[in-house]
């Protein structure tokens, strides 16, 4: 039978479809008028949504600042925080720092109101902050024996710096006396994103009360990095290790909190970097929160979500003794892993199960591997060459599968006007054409099932990669990122699709629209009541548009050269390897052997007969 050849007229409709769209949303934008009544509403949305959120911009600022010259004040504040006004108050701010890390540590309650990474930017080359201009806070809440409730907040703490072995540290302690106090304590290292943090008190059994546990409270509102705020969000979670070593996380796309026993460390994750507090014994137990922010694309909005965990810690004969690790850096794999002991790599979103597996232990190395010898666009282009390779034999084995039951169509459509009134009767006879010429129709879907864990793990392997993050490739200034070859006018948007044409997503939905072509064009059913396949056909790649638009252009130029190389390796097959003439003589030998049934097609079988017998009665 003459094979259905590829029609040019296909493509011009798909492509003139797409502009036809882009065209009418483009046609019917707003006027300028309009444009700036929506700028104002905006405005006015984003002012309000701030104004909601306005606890976590001001966290720390919501604890004034003491007026030192204030003798009254000062009374007043010594008179409110009992024994630990013996500290000399000061609004003084202490910079500690190494090569990577700069954190900025106030007096004002020992701690950091200012982290920053040296060596990143954000998108529009801003140094990356993960803490800044009050967005985070942390603190001690505990009771005193004199009835009062503080928090560390509102104390204040004297520094002193040393250095230990080439380590800085940082000791600041709140005191009730010379010899009795609350101390911070910060370590940090050359070149290390990981600060060592301990809390302990010292005499204080006297003045900390038992009566009411003690609770140490994080929060964190999370800081745009990104040039989308809806794609980085989409990766921007609270994950944590408890009970023993289970990882697990909280919503990424909305309002979610729990409650948890054991937690070992707590990841505060912003997509490519991360702010993780982790013991060295766990926390007996704490409340987590988790509040997104996001609810549509803003080039201006500049937070994410809110986070909160409420920890209880521990007295040791009256007394807080609490070793701690603050890190602050990127979320990746190979900076990760340098802390084995405490585990941290388990917070990057390898993915579930198999194929986080795959992705953490295959895919990661590998593109580390490649990546060191070529340019990170082109590590792409040869990883993903040798993927497709390396799976071709269970693409041969599809497409063999395919030209089989293409062989016995004419025989099935016999079948079919033969048994047109008996469902039961066609479907029996089927199975036994499919059974005697040694064909099976579930063969054909079993390499797409092998290939489903390689798919997934490489579509949480280009989002989630540190290491292609701001590096171009050809037109794409950021391969973690959407490449962008045309921009929208300001407030003019496509629904679903975004502010903005990128080219990558465009050429991968042409390539899986002759993938498609080529593996169900050829056979488009046409049965009354059945899906109008070629409408299917134009769809898949169009939903396909629009969906990777705002993703990775790391991941679009992978399936676009993935599909190129699969219609490389068809037409191969197709063409070379497969001879259509010596299936069909195969398939009439295996017709004439005997077929010698398993106990599945027995049963099967008799099942069908049966119920066969049953219709008759």
Not at 230 to 252: A, F, M, P, V
Request: proline share 4%.
């Amino acid at each position: 039978m003459e094979e259905k050849k590829f029609d040019v007229q296909s493509i011009i409709g798909f492509v003139l479809i797409f502009g036809i769209l882009i065209f009418m949303f483009y046609q019917n934008q707003p006027t300028p008028e309009e444009l700036e009544a929506e700028k104002a509403k905006q405005e006015q949305v984003e002012a309000a949504k701030a104004s909601e959120n306005s606890e976590t911009e001001t966290v720390i600022n919501d604890v004034p600042q003491l007026d030192l010259q204030d003798s009254t004040a000062v009374a007043n504040y010594q008179g409110k925080i009992g024994a630990f006004g013996f500290t000399k108050p000061s609004n003084d701010i202490t910079t500690f720092e190494n090569e990577v890390l700069l954190l900025k540590i106030s007096n004002k309650g020992g701690q950091i109101v200012e982290a920053k990474m040296k060596q990143f930017v954000t998108y529009d080359s801003v140094p990356v902050y993960l803490v800044k201009d009050g967005n985070a806070s942390f603190g001690l809440d505990f009771a005193t024996s004199d009835n009062r409730m503080l928090n560390t907040q509102d104390l204040y703490f004297e520094p002193t710096m040393s250095n230990d072995n080439g380590n800085k540290v940082l000791s600041l302690k709140a005191k009730t006396s010379s010899n009795q106090y609350l101390e911070y304590r910060y370590i940090i290292k050359p070149n290390d994103y990981l600060v060592d943090f301990t809390i302990k008190s010292k005499g204080l059994d006297n003045v900390i009360s038992t009566s009411k546990p003690v609770t140490l409270n994080w929060k964190l509102k999370g800081i745009r990095h990104s040039k989308s705020i809806q794609y980085e969000n989409r990766y921007t979670r609270l994950t944590y290790n408890h009970e023993d070593g289970k990882i697990s996380k909280l919503s990424e796309g909305s309002d979610d909190e729990e409650t948890e026993e054991d937690i070992k460390w707590i990841s505060y994750r912003q997509h490519f970097f991360s702010s993780i507090l982790a013991a060295d014994e766990p926390f007996k137990g704490g409340d987590l929160t988790s509040v997104n922010l996001v609810e549509e694309e803003s080039r201006t909005f500049g937070f994410t979500k809110k986070y909160a965990s409420a920890l209880t810690v521990d007295l040791e004969g009256g007394e807080i003794s609490k070793d701690l690790h603050w890190y602050f850096g990127p979320t990746d794999v190979d900076t990760l892993s340098q802390y084995e002991d405490l585990g941290l790599v388990d917070s990057i979103p390898f993915g579930w199960g198999i194929f986080g597996w795959i992705n953490r232990y295959v895919f990661t190395p590998f593109y580390g591997l490649i990546s060191t010898y070529f340019p990170y666009g082109i590590a792409i282009v040869i990883m993903t060459i040798l993927v497709r390779l390396a799976m071709s034999p269970v693409t041969y084995k599809s497409y063999l599968s395919q030209a089989k039951m293409k062989v016995l169509k004419p025989e099935i459509t016999e079948l079919g006007e033969k048994y047109k009134d008996n469902a039961m009767k066609k479907q029996q006879e089927t199975m036994k054409l499919y059974g005697k010429a040694g064909v099976s129709p579930m063969s054909g879907c079993i390499p797409a099932v092998i290939q489903m864990p390689i798919f997934y793990a490489l579509f949480m392997f280009f989002p989630t990669s540190f290491a292609l993050r701001q590096k171009s490739f050809l037109w794409a200034d950021d391969l973690s990122s959407f490449d962008t070859i045309y921009q929208f006018p300001e407030g003019f948007s496509i629904p679903f699709y975004g502010d903005h044409v990128s080219l990558f997503p465009i050429l991968a939905s042409i390539a899986i629209f002759f993938y498609m072509n080529m593996t169900t064009g050829q056979n488009m059913p046409t049965q009354p009541g059945m899906p109008n396949m070629k409408f299917i056909m134009y769809l898949m790649p169009f939903m396909m548009l629009f969906f990777f638009n705002n993703y990775a252009s790391g991941l679009s130029l992978y399936y676009f050269v993935s599909n190129l190389i699969t219609i490389g390796i068809m037409l191969v097959i197709k063409n070379v390897i497969i001879d259509n003439d010596k299936i069909h003589a195969q398939i009439q030998e295996n017709k004439k052997k005997p077929k010698k049934e398993n106990k599945f097609q027995k049963k099967m079988r008799e099942m069908m007969e049966q119920a066969e017998a049953q219709k008759k009665n």
